[in-house]
């Protein structure tokens, strides 16, 4: 399995296999999210290549992973709670999840790490 950056991964998979997610309704910084799914992914050891960005194509910033094998997409799917959507022509498949509480928890779980809570002042 190689992580390799977005645009590569699109240069050299066409058709690949799209997770993405969007925020719940408190914004956040997806980057750190973005960190810990690629820990998820690596501890996966899937043997797909892959790519994890943020993106910021339309007005609101979009966690997406990509996946060379629909198996990998298919058990980060089921980690974060991903749905099947309508899939666009660029995507062999297409799942969607929101990054709420519940999941953000799963995602730290499977990364094998403790989101710290917010102090109250």
């Not at 296999?17 to 999210?33: A, C, F, I, K, T």
């Not at 997406?64 to 629909?70: D, L, N, P, Q, Y």
């Not at 666009?88 to 790490?113: K, M, P, Q, V, Y």
């Amino acid at each position: 399995m190689s992580k390799l950056a977005w645009i590569d991964f699109l240069n050299v998979h066409h058709g690949a296999h799209l997770v993405w997610g969007v925020q719940s309704e408190e914004e956040q910084d997806l980057r750190p999210v973005a960190a810990k799914l690629s820990a998820v992914i690596e501890r996966q050891k899937t043997g797909s290549d892959y790519a994890v960005g943020v993106l910021r194509t339309t007005g609101t910033p979009k966690i997406a992973c990509a996946f060379a094998e629909e198996e990998a997409a298919a058990a980060i799917a089921d980690i974060v709670g991903a749905k099947p959507v309508e899939r666009t022509e660029a995507w062999a498949s297409e799942r969607c999840f929101t990054l709420d509480a519940r999941t953000l928890s799963e995602i730290d779980r499977a990364a094998g790490t403790r989101r710290r809570r917010r102090r109250m002042v």
